[in-house]
């Protein structure tokens, strides 16, 4: 039997594109059994997922780190208070970040990924333009980081959760789901009110696929307000708001049951893929390369000179309405 431990704390949407893996890591080895270290808030993201034998979280089967020694760690978080958990666990190989002398390092096999981030050997500038030139998507880099196949998402859910969202729909129309908000901490993935509210009232006069459309309103706490604003500006009982109070759940049983998602590089994108929820996704301050959409999605774009900076106050103003209708046009024919 081997015991394998796979550390991956957050980000949310990272969680769930993380988890691909997991079938081709037990194709590869075949006695298995697998462990997966993170945080509580991204506990319920895998908590029905059946390659995954045992969560373990600071309040949930900590002991666990304790008690088992790993005979492979896979670990793709690079803080160093996670990365400090590592020295007190028993484990063989290492692929991914650890402490070496108390700095947070990487293994050769993960120098693809970790070189464009945070503790890349190159330092912060380099690592920048490495991820502006990077052309591989997440999915293909991890697989070459384990050396396995990851052939399609997946993302697995509570059924009474899903037959609870199904009832908010209406499937004698085309159900558009909106994530046009993306909290506080990237603004710039936001889409500007003025578009959204354009782009609204178009999908809202528009036929796709014989049906007249909705417009189901995504997002969480941070976008409540948002969502008001666009409730009072499109008096519509076709816009309807999902709720911003939806735990994890909820939010993906909802995304599961839209025909369609437009928002920005966040978690309902991920929640999308995962589903295989054809999706429109634009950029602006992050990288539209290493999204992979599985031929799910299409992607819209920044052209201004700051894409894919990182930087939280890119400019998005070339993320319009009118790009954004095109591309899904494109893709629907209407």
Not at 30 to 57: Q, V
Not at 117 to 142: C, F, M, P, Q
Not at 207 to 228: F, M, N
Not at 269 to 291: M, V
Request: overall charge negative; proline content about 1%; hydrophobic content about 35%.
């Amino acid at each position: 039997m081997t015991n394998i431990l796979i550390v991956k704390y957050g980000a949310l949407g990272d969680v769930i594109r993380t988890s691909y893996c997991l079938p081709g890591v037990h194709n590869k080895y075949k006695d298995c059994k697998l462990y997966w270290l993170t945080s509580s808030t991204s506990f319920d993201l895998l908590r029905y997922n059946p390659y995954i034998d045992e969560i373990i979280t600071s309040n949930f089967n900590a002991n666990k780190l304790n008690e088992l020694a790993f005979d492979l760690v896979i670990s793709l978080d690079d803080e160093k208070e996670i990365l400090q958990r590592l020295d007190s666990i028993k484990y063989g190989e290492v692929i991914g970040a650890y402490l070496l002398n108390g700095e947070a390092v990487y293994s050769e096999t993960a120098a693809e990924w970790f070189d464009m981030g945070l503790i890349s050997r190159y330092g912060k500038e380099k690592a920048d333009v490495l991820k502006r030139l990077n052309k591989r998507e997440h999915n293909e880099i991890l697989a070459s980081m384990l050396d396995i196949n990851i052939k399609e998402p997946i993302f697995y859910n509570s059924f009474l959760k899903e037959e609870r969202a199904a009832l908010m729909f209406d499937n004698r129309f085309f159900n558009i789901g909106i994530n046009s908000g993306a909290g506080t901490r990237w603004k710039s993935k936001q889409l500007d009110m003025n578009e959204t509210i354009v782009l609204i009232e178009k999908l809202l006069t528009m036929r796709i696929e014989g049906k007249e459309t909705c417009v189901y309103l995504l997002g969480g706490k941070e976008e409540e307000h948002r969502h008001s604003i666009l409730k009072e500006c499109i008096p519509s009982d076709r816009l309807i708001d999902t709720g911003n109070n939806n735990s994890l759940l909820e939010f993906a049983a909802i995304v599961k049951y839209c025909n369609y998602i437009i928002t920005s590089d966040s978690l309902a994108l991920h929640f999308a893929i995962s589903q295989k929820i054809r999706n429109l996704s634009y950029y602006a301050p992050t990288s539209a390369a290493e999204i992979g959409t599985f031929g799910y999605g299409t992607k819209v774009v920044s052209l201004a000179e700051d894409y894919c900076s990182y930087n939280k106050d890119a400019d998005n103003s070339t993320i319009t309405s009118d790009r954004i209708l095109s591309e899904m046009s494109k893709e629907l024919g209407f």
